[in-house]
Nanobody, 118 residues
């Protein structure tokens, strides 16, 4: 059984920074991607960023390019999302997910609240 655990998040003023972490446990063979989606109140869930666990290929949403950086520790099956220059519109619940090569199943964390306000 794959378990996805997230940490980080919280409140920060505009222009500030936060770092999210996400670790997937329970399976390490055929690694796929780890990434984040986010969902603001009253809006649909949207893609933020993902990284390939093995090769480290990164993909970002246009809205976060240049401000967010995703990285990973492939041995620990952990990904990090460094969020800089945060804006009020980044306020949302951030959900980590992971998948595995050769399958369509995604595994999700419980979500972390990120609030950007003055």
């Amino acid at each position: 059984q794959v378990h996805v655990a997230e940490s980080g998040g919280g409140w920060v003023q505009p222009g500030g920074s936060l770092r999210l972490s996400c670790t997937a446990s329970g399976r390490s063979n055929n690694p796929g991607n780890i990434g984040w989606f986010r969902q603001a109140a009253g809006k649909e869930r949207e893609f933020v960023a993902r990284i390939g666990v093995s090769v480290g290929r990164k993909v970002y949403a246009n809205s976060v390019k240049g401000r967010f950086t995703i990285s990973r520790d492939s041995i620990e099956y952990t990904a990090y999302l460094q969020m800089n220059n945060l804006k009020p519109e980044d306020t949302a619940v951030y959900y980590c997910y992971t998948d595995y090569a050769g399958t369509t199943t995604e595994y999700w964390g419980q979500g972390l609240q990120v609030t950007v306000s003055s």
